[in-house]
């Protein structure tokens, strides 16, 4: 299986400030996604970007993908305490519906 | 809104017995998944399936098999629990049309 490093994989931040986290992948991909998760409970879509786009945003959440690199980026940005979650990131093989997740980035926002 | 939901929360079963986790989704997805998590592990693929009555081996399967009799029911079955199987197992659907998943609550299952 393709797992990928989230860097950094803990991060405590202070609310109101902006929060990133990074992705890298090993293969040939259709797409990344990110994926957030709150203690405990199942995993909630946030954001897709195709291997053809660098950059997407949605709300206060700015997602890039440079795929020389194989690797993406997730900015939160003016963190509330709700954003205190899990974050993984997730990539669609090439070819194939399958998606192989990272490890995940923790992140803490303290009011 | 997609709503999948798993028959658990929380499961405690012993070693040896047979266990049964089962995954719902209302949208008529075609595309469900059962995966594993584990700390500093990420989650895991264990077995999917693409439509009625059709199965894929993920990354994981030892240990496990499953059912889908019906599009909207997807079944996972450890046919003999060990200790290492105590995890938190995840569902999820997805429509062939679109790319995201949709996940369940989660079922924390131990096994003593």
């Known amino acids: 299986s393709q797992q990928g490093e989230e860097d950094p994989q803990a991060l405590s931040i202070q609310e109101g400030e902006n929060a990133t986290m990074n992705c890298s992948y090993k293969?040939?991909?259709?797409?990344l996604q990110w994926y957030r998760q709150n203690s405990g409970r199942g995993l909630v879509h946030l954001i897709l970007i195709r291997s053809n786009e660098r950059e997407k945003h949605s709300g206060r959440l700015r997602v890039t993908l440079d795929t020389s690199k194989k690797s993406s980026s997730l900015l939160i940005t003016a963190s509330r305490a709700a954003d205190t979650a899990s974050y993984f990131c997730?990539?669609?093989?090439?070819?194939?519906?399958?998606?192989?997740f990272g490890k995940g980035n923790q992140v803490v926002v303290i009011p | 809104d997609v709503k999948v939901t798993q028959s658990s929360r929380y499961l405690v079963k012993r070693t040896g017995e047979k266990v049964f986790l089962e995954c719902v989704q209302d949208?008529?997805?075609?595309?469900m998944f059962w995966y594993r998590q584990d700390p500093g592990l990420g989650l895991r693929l264990i077995y999917f399936s693409y439509d009625v009555k059709m199965k894929e081996k993920g990354d994981i399967p030892e240990g496990y098999s499953v059912s889908r009799e019906k599009k909207e029911r997807f079944s996972l079955i450890l046919e003999s629990a060990s200790t290492n199987q105590t995890s938190m197992y995840l569902c999820a659907s997805r429509a062939v049309s679109y790319n995201e998943q949709f996940f369940g609550p989660g079922t924390r299952l131990t096994v003593l």
């Open positions: 997730a990539w669609e093989y090439y070819g194939n519906n399958r998606l192989a």
């Open positions: 949208m008529d997805h075609e595309n």
């Open positions: 293969t040939s991909i259709n797409n």
